[in-house]
């Protein structure tokens, strides 16, 4: 590109980039972002999101009559972080951690509204934790669901880039795989000057999600002052999770996984920074749900959908046993994922009824929420408020591979041990587990934890609302048909990467920031390399990219 000298080389057109982009848009600097996808890809993995937004204190929060503040949700991010390398790898991430939550607090909602953002107006309720009020989790419902999903949270960074294109100041060069940063002695210091790559085969009429294909026809060298790597995890390099997978903290890694996100997260740039010089940390940390299910109509490789379940369904692991307090559904992601491996298994199994489905069952993905990713208001209320339940969760009952449907429990177990994986299972061993706990039921109280925590939800107006079904029965037959489905293990975020200072600037293993280099988003663990810790309070991962990457677009544009 003779005739575009950048300022700024942004490697990775994600949410991230765009940001980063965005902010050095605004002062007016010049900015190349490479990407490996095509045109059509903008965004990202962002674009398949749900568009949740962790906001602390909000408007619609206080509406709900939820009080919430930064300590709270710094006592909640503390206790699910849980960091322990204070002196080491969490350095960074745990001054991160501060600064999100500040940022959650008194920024992120009015800098998003500026770009024309809006969220609904019911906040829901993820990750309710592992008990305890310093431990994992939310002490509060903080999920805030962008109108329009995924797709607007890209276009509202989207619009302003590609004006800058119009302007002149942006130039992209898609299907530019990056393969090495430039680096240069510079006053005795080693600089990153630029990314040398290949160019791979042109495919404009490729849709957005579907696998491109590696041929290389040429490449590249481009040079600028710095390079901000904003290139995303390593979510569907399943050998580099299986290589990171925390075993001795989590048990073995599951043998069959299934992928939260589409090809192009796949981790190169990680390695690539590294042999530059860049310093790795929590490499052992990820963010996989144990709720996944296979799409019955894939986009990309073994691509999967996540459940974000509400609390009633019963959850089982492989060899039929419920799983322990406070495992329940949408409680604690890290902590279900170690009982479930611990079995030797991999999978696990939900029963429920058809009356929770229809209240309970939310799919991650832009994609399968329509009504809400179309911002089409009547079609959301026919579709949350009608009998039965939201089309494309109806679509994964009739189609999906992990579903079984059926009258009774004898035939719902007939119909899991055609398709487990593991063993086959008893079903009086089942129904002993069910009949115990629909006899609590028959009081207002109850001894059984995830009974009182449905309680509990229900004083939530939100839950009550539209995400948590009144309590019945599962063998009465009050609750309509009933339903198992196979959860398997689903790859979704990393949650360590490349070190950073509150800059965004990339440390080197001495602990100085390495000259020229910057990375945001997923690739730097959302910031610092790992803001999260072990454990995300979810709707954290957009706003780890957006700030992230606003951080590093304006110490840029401080330059
Ligand atoms: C289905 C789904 C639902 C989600 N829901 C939510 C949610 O509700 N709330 C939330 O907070 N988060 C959610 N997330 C997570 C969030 O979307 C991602 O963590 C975030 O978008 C990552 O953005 P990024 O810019 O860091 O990386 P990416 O979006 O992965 O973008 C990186 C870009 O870099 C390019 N690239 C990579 N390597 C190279 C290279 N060597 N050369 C050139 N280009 C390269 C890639 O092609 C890609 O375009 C969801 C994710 C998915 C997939």
């Given at each position: 590109?003779?005739?575009?000298?950048?300022?700024?080389?942004?490697?990775?057109?994600?949410?991230?980039?765009?940001?980063?982009?965005h902010?050095?848009?605004?002062?007016?600097?010049?900015?190349?972002?490479?990407?490996?996808?095509?045109?059509?890809?903008?965004?990202?993995?962002?674009?398949?999101?749900l568009?949740?937004?962790?906001?602390?204190?909000?408007?619609?929060?206080?509406?709900?009559?939820?009080?919430?503040?930064?300590?709270?949700?710094?006592?909640?991010?503390?206790?699910?972080?849980?960091?322990?390398?204070?002196?080491?790898?969490?350095?960074?991430?745990?001054?991160?951690?501060?600064?999100?939550?500040?940022?959650a607090?008194?920024?992120?909602?009015?800098?998003?509204?500026?770009?024309?953002?809006?969220?609904?107006?019911?906040?829901?309720?993820?990750?309710?934790?592992?008990?305890?009020?310093?431990?994992?989790?939310?002490?509060?419902?903080?999920?805030?669901?962008?109108?329009?999903?995924?797709?607007?949270?890209?276009?509202?960074f989207?619009?302003?880039?590609?004006?800058?294109?119009?302007?002149?100041?942006?130039?992209?060069?898609?299907?530019?795989?990056?393969?090495?940063?430039?680096?240069?002695?510079?006053?005795?210091?080693?600089?990153?000057?630029?990314?040398?790559?290949s160019l791979?085969?042109?495919?404009?009429?490729?849709?957005?999600?579907?696998?491109?294909?590696?041929?290389?026809?040429?490449?590249f060298?481009?040079?600028?002052?710095?390079?901000?790597v904003?290139?995303?995890?390593?979510?569907?390099?399943h050998?580099?999770?299986?290589?990171?997978?925390?075993?001795?903290?989590?048990g073995?890694?599951?043998?069959?996984?299934?992928?939260?996100v589409?090809?192009?997260?796949?981790?190169?740039?990680?390695?690539?920074?590294?042999?530059?010089?860049a310093?790795?940390?929590?490499?052992d940390?990820?963010?996989?749900?144990?709720?996944g299910?296979?799409?019955?109509?894939?986009?990309?490789?073994?691509?999967?959908?996540?459940?974000?379940?509400?609390p009633?369904?019963?959850?089982?692991?492989?060899?039929?046993?419920?799983?322990a307090?406070?495992?329940?559904?949408g409680?604690?992601?890290?902590?279900?994922?170690?009982?479930?491996?611990?079995?030797?298994?991999?999978?696990?199994?939900?029963?429920?009824?058809?009356?929770?489905?229809?209240?309970?069952?939310?799919?991650?993905?832009?994609?399968?929420?329509?009504?809400?990713?179309?911002?089409?208001?009547?079609?959301?209320?026919?579709?949350?408020?009608?009998?039965?339940?939201?089309?494309?969760?109806?679509?994964?009952?009739?189609?999906?591979?992990?579903?079984?449907?059926?009258?009774?429990?004898?035939?719902?177990?007939?119909?899991?041990?055609k398709?487990?994986?593991?063993?086959?299972?008893?079903?009086?061993?089942?129904?002993?587990?069910?009949?115990?706990?629909?006899?609590?039921?028959?009081?207002?109280?109850?001894?059984?934890?995830?009974?009182?925590?449905?309680?509990?939800?229900?004083?939530?107006?939100t839950?009550?609302?539209?995400?948590?079904?009144?309590?019945?029965?599962?063998?009465?037959?009050?609750?309509?048909?009933?339903?198992?489905?196979?959860l398997?293990?689903?790859t979704?975020?990393?949650?360590?990467?490349?070190?950073?200072?509150?800059?965004?600037?990339?440390?080197?293993?001495?602990?100085?920031?390495?000259?020229?280099?910057?990375?945001?988003?997923?690739?730097?663990?959302?910031?610092?390399g790992?803001?999260?810790?072990?454990?995300?309070?979810?709707?954290?991962?957009?706003?780890?990219?957006?700030?992230?990457?606003?951080?590093?677009?304006?110490?840029?544009?401080?330059?």
């Amino acid at each position: 590109m003779t005739d575009f000298t950048p300022d700024v080389i942004v490697v990775g057109a994600g949410l991230a980039g765009l940001v980063t982009t965005h902010e050095l848009v605004k002062a007016g600097k010049r900015v190349l972002v490479l990407d490996q996808e095509n045109r059509n890809n903008l965004g990202g993995q962002a674009f398949w999101s749900l568009g949740g937004l962790f906001f602390v204190d909000s408007p619609e929060q206080r509406r709900m009559g939820i009080k919430d503040s930064y300590e709270l949700a710094l006592q909640d991010w503390l206790g699910s972080a849980g960091f322990d390398r204070l002196d080491d790898e969490d350095r960074w991430g745990r001054r991160w951690a501060e600064a999100y939550v500040r940022f959650a607090t008194d920024t992120k909602r009015d800098y998003l509204r500026e770009l024309g953002l809006r969220v609904l107006p019911i906040v829901g309720w993820a990750e309710r934790g592992s008990g305890s009020a310093d431990g994992h989790g939310n002490s509060v419902p903080r999920f805030h669901l962008t109108w329009g999903t995924g797709p607007e949270v890209v276009r509202v960074f989207a619009e302003p880039v590609l004006e800058g294109e119009r302007r002149g100041l942006v130039r992209f060069g898609f299907r530019h795989q990056v393969d090495e940063l430039l680096t240069e002695e510079v006053g005795g210091e080693t600089h990153v000057v630029g990314v040398r790559g290949s160019l791979l085969a042109p495919d404009d009429a490729l849709e957005r999600g579907v696998r491109s294909s590696r041929e290389v026809v040429g490449d590249f060298e481009e040079r600028s002052a710095a390079v901000v790597v904003t290139s995303g995890g390593i979510g569907h390099n399943h050998d580099l999770i299986r290589a990171n997978w925390p075993t001795e903290r989590l048990g073995p890694a599951p043998e069959h996984l299934i992928s939260g996100v589409p090809a192009h997260v796949d981790g190169r740039m990680l390695g690539i920074s590294e042999s530059a010089g860049a310093r790795i940390v929590n490499r052992d940390r990820m963010w996989a749900y144990t709720e996944g299910i296979h799409n019955w109509d894939p986009i990309w490789p073994d691509h999967a959908i996540r459940i974000i379940p509400g609390p009633s369904s019963l959850w089982f692991d492989a060899n039929g046993d419920r799983l322990a307090p406070p495992n329940f559904p949408g409680f604690d992601s890290i902590g279900t994922m170690k009982e479930i491996l611990a079995t030797g298994h991999d999978y696990s199994w939900f029963v429920l009824t058809q009356r929770i489905i229809e209240k309970e069952f939310a799919l991650s993905g832009s994609e399968q929420n329509p009504d809400i990713t179309g911002k089409d208001i009547a079609v959301m209320l026919k579709a949350r408020l009608a009998k039965g339940a939201p089309e494309p969760v109806e679509l994964f009952k009739q189609r999906g591979e992990d579903f079984v449907v059926a009258d009774n429990l004898d035939d719902l177990v007939a119909g899991m041990n055609k398709i487990a994986r593991g063993p086959q299972l008893a079903a009086d061993h089942l129904r002993r587990q069910i009949e115990a706990r629909d006899r609590e039921l028959d009081n207002a109280f109850s001894k059984d934890l995830q009974l009182m925590a449905i309680a509990n939800a229900r004083r939530s107006r939100t839950d009550k609302l539209i995400r948590v079904a009144p309590p019945h029965k599962f063998l009465d037959g009050s609750g309509g048909q009933l339903i198992a489905v196979r959860l398997n293990i689903l790859t979704r975020k990393t949650l360590g990467g490349l070190e950073t200072n509150l800059d965004s600037q990339v440390m080197r293993a001495d602990g100085t920031p390495f000259p020229g280099l910057y990375a945001a988003g997923e690739v730097a663990g959302f910031g610092g390399g790992g803001v999260h810790g072990y454990n995300a309070l979810e709707g954290t991962f957009l706003g780890g990219c957006i700030f992230s990457g606003r951080a590093a677009g304006l110490a840029l544009a401080r330059r």
